[in-house]
T-cell receptor, first 113, second 112 residues
């Protein structure tokens, strides 16, 4: 069964600190993996997208890694800001079927001043 | 740059009423997806369209219908609304040959 699992479910850190969110998937065949940031009540906003051959991709203070062998991805946030408080969702696409998009449950990140 | 536009952003309806949500994809995007996300829940895929034809169907109730028009915008029609239909409905678009999916801001539907 295609699944995407994220950890931790929720995380609270102090402003300025770094954190790492995890995403494990069993989706096969794999097409690509995206990390999205979703503010409460709003649609997800894309942070990064990685295909099978990519190991690392950065977008400002966000750095995503992908290990296609172990089927794990991480999203590292550097020097967190209060505006980083949101849900971070890992989304994996099944190859050859653009509509087979598997969402992780997300990690709820709260940044405290 | 233009993004995916959804309207209305917020909608309050009574039980058994009908609601219509609209999604305007990014120009030249030919594929639209609709998702439903209940409070604290994962997004659930409802339905998708490619070149104005339904391309896939997910957990869309029979009370709901959707279509994609000639200008590629899409509408989600919801009838006989139930309290459980209260959710964030967001659409996404992409070029079918591309990788990146762009999401709209979402439409909040509250059924009272």
């Amino acid at each position: 069964k295609n699944q995407v699992e994220q950890s931790p479910q929720s995380l609270i850190i102090l402003e300025g600190k770094n954190c790492t969110l995890q995403c494990n998937y069993t989706v096969s065949p794999f097409s690509n993996l995206r990390w999205y940031k979703q503010d409460t009540g709003r649609g997800p906003v894309s942070l990064t997208i990685m295909t099978f051959s990519e190991n690392t991709k950065s977008n400002g203070r966000y750095t995503a890694t992908l290990d296609a062998d172990t089927k794990q991805s991480s999203l590292h946030i550097t020097a967190s800001q209060l505006s980083d408080s949101a849900s971070y969702i890992c989304v994996v696409t099944v190859y050859s079927s653009a509509s087979k998009i598997i969402f992780g449950s997300g990690t709820r990140l709260s940044i405290r001043p | 740059a233009a993004g995916v536009i959804q309207s209305p952003r917020h909608l309050i309806k009574e039980k058994r009423e009908t609601a219509t949500l609209k999604c305007y994809p990014i120009p030249r995007h030919d594929t639209v997806y609709w998702y439903q996300q209940g409070p604290g829940q994962d997004p659930q895929f409802l339905i998708s369209f490619y070149e104005k034809m339904q391309s896939d169907k997910g957990s869309i109730p029979d009370r709901f219908s959707a279509q994609q028009f000639s200008d590629y915008h899409s509408e989600l029609n919801m009838s006989s609304l139930e309290l459980g239909d209260s959710a964030l409905y967001f659409c996404a678009s992409l070029v079918n040959s591309g990788n990146t999916i762009y999401f709209g801001e979402g439409s909040w539907l509250t059924v009272v």
